[in-house]
């Protein structure tokens, strides 16, 4: 009994408090978003509402298990887990019930499973106990391998089953990385890459180069900390562009404007390598490298863009970008939604008194777009209410995570944290229409039972962990 009321009282209350709130105002929402006359109890079974009662009922009893298991179970048994989790997803691809065309759910007495949500827990512990091994250093070409691995592996079954946005979580475990030492040039590498991304879906490949020469030239200039390093790169460009056009014109040979541009670049580079070489080697294979890469994505973006991703995808992404504006179609969903919240101003047209609600104007509402019902129904002050519950309890989760003791409770945590963001920030993006919509849902508000389970273990197991951070549990 002392050992139970000590675990008690070494439990992290405020999280769990924001948790238990988080989860039934999630509830009261998913009631507003469905409510028919017909069916006016929040406590019917036969409606969506009535079963996130029974899903949030389970949860908690799920939450109460987690806790009472050791926190030792959690650190000797997370390959298990994973290997176990890794299994269900190849299984899903073949046993698999098929959902809005993603074979992705187990149909188990009625309640359906989907195995990509316990992967992310499953994840967070199996990447925690690698890098909380004795050793670990993440500077080694091992330790990226093994955790590329780690990620990667059900990152890309989730994509088998048709599900990018769940497929796309697994890559905020570099914020993870970063946090235990990864060098910062990987995460400005996966900013950059992803800023190219969207440039090259909106400019032009010319446009483009002209950028990352003129970027090029700079970066080399501020590593070098000489601005006249970098008026001598811009003469540089100007002058082999201007010979090559003059040849042009002269000589009469065919070359499109972005051909004489690729030439300059490359004359360019050379350049600046050649005096690196002699100089100072190390900034010029840098930028070298940095161009390389660049180029590299740029030109990779339409292959991937129309051989990867699916048609819906593209138009959601094309909508998002104002590359298109199908209002009737793709951009239906978003549109609508901005209309919810829009329409709830400053303090919300009241509860069960939304009118894009009540006539379904917004598909998916209790779901990925749930937010919109907070927006119309609560209003401005509704959403920054549930913002900032959400904030609090990422930042209270951070805060944890620093006093720990244990390496392998403060890798997990951070992970749990990132995760958590990441669903947060893209879901109440996408229903205001700066992301696109990739199906996500917003933890422990989204209808669900596998994504609410799903959140709660990930969550408690790490409240469990806090229990226990005096201890080291490697």
Not at 38 to 57: A, N, R, T, V
Not at 420 to 426: D, E, P, S, T, Y
């Amino acid at each position: 009994m002392k050992s139970n009321n000590n675990i008690l009282l070494s439990l992290d209350w405020i999280a769990i408090l924001i948790y238990l709130t988080l989860v039934m105002m999630g509830w009261v929402n998913i009631y507003a978003a469905v409510y028919s006359e017909e069916h006016q109890s929040i406590f019917d079974l036969g409606q969506q509402y009535g079963k996130q009662m029974i899903w949030i009922i389970a949860g908690i009893v799920l939450a109460i298990c987690v806790l009472i298991v050791d926190s030792k179970f959690y650190v000797a048994f997370a390959y298990h887990i994973y290997t176990l989790v890794i299994f269900l997803l190849v299984a899903v691809l073949f046993l698999g019930h098929e959902v809005n065309g993603a074979r992705a759910w187990f149909e188990i007495g009625g309640v359906a499973l989907q195995p990509a949500e316990l992967g992310k827990f499953a994840t967070s512990l199996a990447v925690a106990k690698y890098m909380s091994q004795f050793g670990f250093k993440m500077a080694r070409t091992k330790s990226y391998l093994v955790l590329g691995t780690f990620m990667l592996l059900p990152a890309l079954l989730i994509l088998l089953q048709n599900d990018t946005g769940s497929a796309l979580v697994f890559a905020v475990f570099f914020l993870v990385f970063y946090r235990e030492g990864m060098p910062d040039i990987i995460i400005i590498g996966g900013f950059t890459a992803i800023a190219l991304f969207i440039l090259a879906l909106v400019w032009t490949q010319l446009s483009i180069l002209i950028l990352l020469m003129l970027v090029s030239v700079i970066l080399f200039a501020f590593l070098r900390q000489s601005i006249k390093e970098g008026i001598i790169g811009f003469a540089i460009v100007s002058v082999i562009y201007g010979i090559l056009f003059g040849l042009k014109n002269i000589i009469g040979f065919d070359a499109t404007p972005f051909h004489l541009l690729v030439i300059t670049s490359i004359l360019t580079v050379l350049i600046f390598v050649a005096y690196g070489l002699a100089k100072h080697i190390r900034q010029a294979w840098f930028v070298l490298l940095f161009f390389i890469f660049s180029i590299a994505i740029t030109l990779s973006v339409n292959y991937f863009y129309r051989n990867v991703l699916i048609s819906h995808q593209r138009d959601r992404v094309d909508n998002l970008l104002g590359i298109k504006n199908d209002l009737l179609g793709a951009g239906y969903n978003v549109h609508q939604s901005k209309i919810a919240i829009g329409s709830g101003g400053i303090i919300g047209k009241g509860f069960l008194k939304g009118t894009q609600t009540k006539y379904n104007f917004v598909p998916e509402q209790s779901t990925d777009f749930i937010f919109c019902t907070v927006g119309e129904e609560w209003g401005f002050l509704g959403t920054t209410v549930v913002i900032l519950l959400f904030l609090t309890l990422l930042i209270r989760l951070i805060y944890l995570a620093e006093r720990q003791r244990s390496s392998f409770s403060r890798i997990y945590g951070y992970g749990v944290a990132c995760i958590l963001f990441f669903h947060i920030v893209i879901n109440i993006s996408m229903t205001i229409g700066l992301a696109p919509v990739i199906g996500i849902p917003l933890p422990f508000f989204s209808y669900g039972g596998s994504s609410l389970w799903s959140f709660t273990v990930l969550l408690f197991i790490f409240i469990r962990l806090d229990a226990n951070r005096t201890k080291n549990l490697r």
